[in-house]
């Protein structure tokens, strides 16, 4: 299995087949893996990917077997299996190359943060009475119990909602651009404009 770290960009479309397909465009940084995590050495098996700065090379010193910290913006620690550890090194590339005869591809984002909301709005109530001398209209109703006096944990109330993690499988790969290290997946990917994709196949 391989991991690319994207940031969105926005959706176009483009034709194929003579029809209009919808894509959403990700940029892909350049990708460092900086460490290889062992089952002996740490508990699991698991890879670290970088995001590189703009400006640095991103060079591994002599006699040091991870990456300086003041040449990333970001970090992403990937699980992978034993059988996947010997296909990673310190210090190497991921490129678009590893997208060659991939259709579909699999990724994880977080969705939009929306700012504080009543409940009628953030769970989509359906709201009381507008007629017969009702004055709660938008009102959230009652929240206690008798027994046991108090508020339930979960229960549904105002407050920030969304900024959750959304996990999409077999979306389909539409364009592969390795000149200006862009691709294109069908349909629109949840999060905001520069928010991080993790995408893997």
């Given at each position: 299995m391989a991991w690319?770290?994207?940031?969105?960009?926005?959706?176009?479309?483009?034709?194929?087949?003579?029809?209009?397909?919808?894509?959403?465009?990700?940029?892909?940084?350049?990708i460092k893996v900086v460490a290889v995590k062992t089952e002996e050495t740490d508990g699991y098996n698991a890879i670290v990917l970088w995001i590189l700065r703009d400006g640095k090379e991103g060079k591994l010193k002599e006699g040091r077997k991870t990456l300086s910290l003041n040449e990333f913006s970001r970090i992403k620690e990937l699980i992978v299996e034993s059988s996947d550890l010997e296909k990673?090194?310190?210090?190497?590339?991921?490129?678009?190359?590893?997208?060659e005869w991939i259709e579909k591809v699999s990724f994880y984002s977080f969705s939009k943060w929306r700012w504080f909301a009543w409940a009628m709005k953030r769970h989509n109530f359906h709201g009381w009475l507008k007629t017969h001398g009702s004055k709660f209209h938008r009102a959230l109703g009652s929240i206690g119990n008798r027994k046991p006096t108090r508020t339930h944990k979960g229960k549904k109330m105002h407050g920030h909602y969304w900024n959750v993690k959304i996990s999409l499988r077999d979306v389909p790969l539409e364009l592969v651009n390795k000149d200006l290290w862009v691709i294109g997946i069908r349909w629109p990917i949840p999060g905001w404009r520069n928010s991080l994709v993790v995408i893997n196949f």
């Open positions: 690319l770290l994207a940031h969105k960009l926005e959706m176009t479309r483009i034709v194929k087949w003579n029809e209009f397909v919808p894509i959403t465009l990700l940029k892909v940084p350049v990673f090194n310190a210090g190497d590339d991921v490129t678009l190359d590893a997208l």
